[in-house]
C-alpha cells in the first residue's frame, strides 16, 4: 500500500525567503512523486516529478526537490519565495509495481507575505 | 492538447436529485482518474478506467456513484440519490500507463 503524509498543514514565509515543504511516503514498490500546485479556483498543475533517474529533481517556476530513501522523503523547495506561489501544494505518490493510481497528501498552505 | 475537459463547471441541485458529470481526457490518454475534494483536504481516488474496463473503486464509491467510460474515450460520473455530504468538487485526471496525471478543473457539487 501508498501513501503520503505533508508534515505541515500550512507554511508561512516571507518574500524572498526560502521555501521548504516537507513530505515523507511509503511505498511497497519502487516510488513515483510528484509535487502538484493548486491555485485558488485553477486546477491542479504539476510542479515536478521523480520517475527514478536523477535524485533531485528540478519543476517549473524555480522549485526543486530531493528524493531521499533512506528517509523516505521527498521535500519540495525553492530559494526566494515570491508572491505568486501562495497556493496549496499537494504531494503525490504512485507505486511502479502497482496499480500506479496517485494518492495524494492532505496538503500544505503555502502563505507568503510581502 | 486542449487538456482534461470537465463539465459542468458548477452545478447546485435538491438532496433527493439525481446528477451526472462528463470528462473528456486528453485524446491518447488510456488512463481516467476520478476524484473527489473536499475543503482542506488533498483529492481522494473514486474509480479508474484503463480504456472501457474499471479497474478499481475506492470504498469511498458507495453504490449511489457510477461511473462509465464507454468506448474507452469521454467518462461519466453519475450520483443518485444525492445527500449533502456529497458535495465537494469532483475531480477528473487522465494519463498513459505509468506518467504523471493530467487533470481538469473539475466540477464542483453544492447539494442543497
Known amino acids: 500500500a501508498q501513501s503520503v503524509t505533508q508534515l505541515d498543514s500550512h507554511v508561512s514565509v516571507s518574500e524572498g525567503t526560502p521555501v521548504l515543504l516537507r513530505c515523507n511516503y511509503s511505498?511497497?514498490?519502487?516510488?513515483?512523486l510528484f509535487w502538484y500546485v493548486q491555485h485558488p479556483n485553477k486546477g491542479l498543475q504539476l510542479l515536478l516529478k521523480?520517475?527514478?533517474?536523477?535524485?533531485l529533481v528540478k519543476g517549473i517556476n524555480g522549485f526543486e526537490a530531493e528524493f531521499k530513501k533512506s528517509e523516505t522523503s521527498f521535500h519540495l523547495t525553492k530559494p526566494s519565495a515570491h508572491m505568486s506561489d501562495a497556493a496549496e501544494y499537494f504531494c503525490?505518490?504512485?507505486?511502479?509495481?502497482?496499480?500506479?493510481?496517485?494518492?495524494f497528501g492532505r496538503g500544505t498552505s503555502l502563505i507568503v507575505h510581502p | 492538447d486542449t487538456g482534461v475537459s470537465q463539465n459542468p463547471r458548477h452545478k447546485i441541485t435538491k438532496r433527493g436529485q439525481n446528477v451526472t458529470f462528463r470528462c473528456d481526457p486528453i485524446?491518447?490518454?488510456?488512463?481516467l482518474y476520478w476524484y473527489r475534494q473536499t475543503l482542506g483536504q488533498g483529492p481522494e481516488f473514486l474509480t479508474y478506467?484503463?480504456?472501457?474496463?474499471?479497474?478499481?473503486k475506492s470504498r469511498l464509491l458507495s453504490d449511489r456513484f457510477s461511473a462509465e467510460r464507454p468506448k474507452g474515450s469521454f467518462s461519466t460520473l453519475e450520483i443518485q440519490r444525492t445527500e449533502q455530504g456529497d458535495s465537494a468538487m469532483y475531480l477528473c485526471?487522465?494519463?498513459?500507463?505509468?506518467?504523471?496525471?493530467?487533470f481538469g478543473q473539475g466540477t464542483r457539487l453544492t447539494v442543497v
Open positions: 485526471a487522465s494519463s498513459t500507463a505509468n506518467t504523471e496525471a493530467f
Open positions: 511505498s511497497s514498490y519502487s516510488p513515483s
Open positions: 521523480y520517475t527514478s533517474a536523477a535524485t
Open positions: 503525490v505518490v504512485s507505486e511502479s509495481g502497482g496499480s500506479y493510481i496517485p494518492t
Open positions: 485524446s491518447e490518454h488510456n488512463r
Open positions: 478506467f484503463q480504456n472501457e474496463a474499471q479497474l478499481e
